[in-house]
């Protein structure tokens, strides 16, 4: 039994700038909602706020001295000193009190000054004072108040008795008057600000979501949680809608190098033994296996070969229904004894290629497919064809898969990008390896067509793929593809 270390639950490697905006443009409605959201409760807020009003007045701080030049050099000196003390000065209890006696303004000293400001540049003499309330006529009156109060509060500090002149005055040359429009808030800018936090606290969960984020995206996603080859990256295609066979003679689409890169890495999964019996399964269901199935089938007969298709989905079968064949009988007919195994056998929709239908469902199919005529039949069909593919349930809800893939050479496992988590395929391939079964690859489903690995080959080549792309394309950094479902996917 093959050992191996298990799959981490998620991610442990740094997100890079480059990876960042890449999660940006694929989480693009998360950016976006987090910042219109954002957005909006910054607006709200800036919203049901009270407007606020500014009112200032500008004092001018002079010194008593001779008029002389140096002695009106010394002084202009000695006024810009005091300009700082007065600014202290203006908080003060006996300025505020001052004012607000003479004002008539019914507020306490501890709310007036609250909202009272003084600003000053240390290169001059000039003082500011300004004052803020809803009110813009009571912001002008408290501001020009307070500058009045200081005025008379100056000259009786400066005054060094009853007899002599001040040693410095304070002198009001621009009176405060009431604001027009309010300083607060400010919604246009809040609302800028909000959004563009909004954005990047976006970017920040889409982040965060990314490293906690186990579904797998890329093929070293994939290799990281399980030690088995991506045979291929089958990109997303359109027709698949409404044909459940890629037409490989049109052309050459994506999705169809897509498989035939999966045809050619097949055959070097072993060299000497290339696998002849191939189980198809996925971790669950809606993951592309029986696309897989299908077009995998249909790839080996475009190259020349004998294929039949079986599907040993006897719970939920659907390769009859999708290829328009007959549905009721099939393999469970063969496996109740109702006949050979090729009295059952009905024409593929490609030359090559015949289908086993999986007929009428039975109350046991784990029993049916895990019997001794089950694995004859296997045998009789690899015996009388040169492939063989068995579409088989999902292999975590029930056993089946694992029962049918000990009369296979190996097995197959579709995985869907951006679906499949990692410890869903983790365990997934610990249940082949658990029934001594043989892990082919992994085939990651429905990959971005955006991706690079796909541009960069040309797919205007027709005929049978003998120019098709080589078994490993050319590596690229890291990406992150966007979530495109295939339609059509089982």
Not at 107 to 127: F, G, K, W
Not at 223 to 231: R, T
Not at 272 to 280: E, G
Not at 418 to 430: E, G, M, P
Request: aromatic content about 6%; hydrophobic content about 40%; charged content about 20%.
């Amino acid at each position: 039994m093959t050992s191996r270390k298990s799959a981490p639950a998620a991610p442990t490697r740094p997100i890079s700038i480059d990876q960042l905006r890449y999660l940006s443009i694929r989480n693009w409605w998360i950016v976006v909602l987090t910042g219109a959201v954002v957005g909006c409760l910054g607006l709200a807020y800036s919203l049901f706020q009270t407007p606020m009003y500014l009112s200032s007045a500008t004092l001018y701080v002079t010194s008593g001295t001779e008029p002389n030049t140096q002695s009106a050099y010394q002084g202009s000196l000695a006024s810009q000193q005091r300009v700082a003390s007065y600014a202290e000065l203006i908080a003060s209890d006996v300025v505020i009190r001052n004012a607000l006696d003479k004002s008539g303004l019914s507020m306490s000293v501890d709310s007036a000054r609250e909202v009272l400001s003084t600003a000053s540049n240390p290169e001059t003499v000039l003082l500011s004072i300004a004052a803020r309330d809803k009110d813009p006529a009571v912001a002008a009156i408290l501001a020009n108040s307070v500058a009045e109060a200081m005025t008379a509060y100056v000259e009786q500090l400066e005054q060094p008795n009853a007899s002599s002149k001040p040693l410095a005055k304070v002198t009001v040359v621009s009176p405060a008057v009431a604001a027009d429009k309010p300083v607060s808030p400010r919604t246009s800018r809040n609302t800028m600000l909000a959004i563009l936090l909004g954005l990047v606290l976006g970017i920040l969960i889409a982040a965060f979501r990314e490293r906690f984020d186990t579904r797998l995206r890329s093929g070293d996603e994939v290799q990281q949680s399980v030690p088995s080859p991506v045979l291929a990256e089958i990109p997303t295609e359109s027709s698949l809608a409404t044909s459940p066979v890629i037409d490989f003679a049109v052309g050459s689409s994506r999705a169809a190098e897509g498989y035939r890169r999966l045809r050619t890495n097949l055959a070097f999964v072993s060299v000497d033994q290339p696998p002849r019996c191939i189980l198809v399964t996925s971790p669950g269901p809606g993951e592309g296996k029986t696309t897989t199935s299908i077009n995998l089938a249909a790839a080996l007969a475009e190259d020349g070969n004998r294929v039949i298709l079986v599907d040993a989905d006897l719970r939920r079968p659907s390769i009859a229904g999708r290829l328009g064949l007959t549905g009721s009988v099939g393999l469970t007919n063969f496996l109740r004894g109702d006949g050979v195994i090729s009295d059952f056998i009905q024409n593929g929709p490609v030359d090559g290629l015949d289908v086993l239908v999986a007929g009428t469902l039975p109350p046991n199919p784990a029993e049916l497919v895990g019997s001794e005529r089950a694995k004859e039949g296997v045998e009789d069909l690899k015996a009388n064809y040169d492939f063989v593919v068995i579409d088989t349930p999902p292999i975590l809800p029930v056993a089946d898969a694992a029962i049918l893939a000990q009369y296979t050479d190996g097995a197959l496992m579709v995985v869907r990008a951006a679906r499949t988590r990692a410890q869903d395929l983790s365990a997934a391939f610990d249940s082949l390896v658990a029934a001594l079964s043989t892990p082919l690859g992994i085939v990651l489903n429905s990959v971005s067509v955006n991706d690079s690995r796909y541009v960069y080959y040309s797919y205007g080549q027709t005929g049978n793929g003998s120019n098709s792309n080589t078994m490993h394309g050319p590596r690229y950094p890291e990406r992150l593809e966007a979530e495109f479902p295939m339609s059509g996917n089982h």
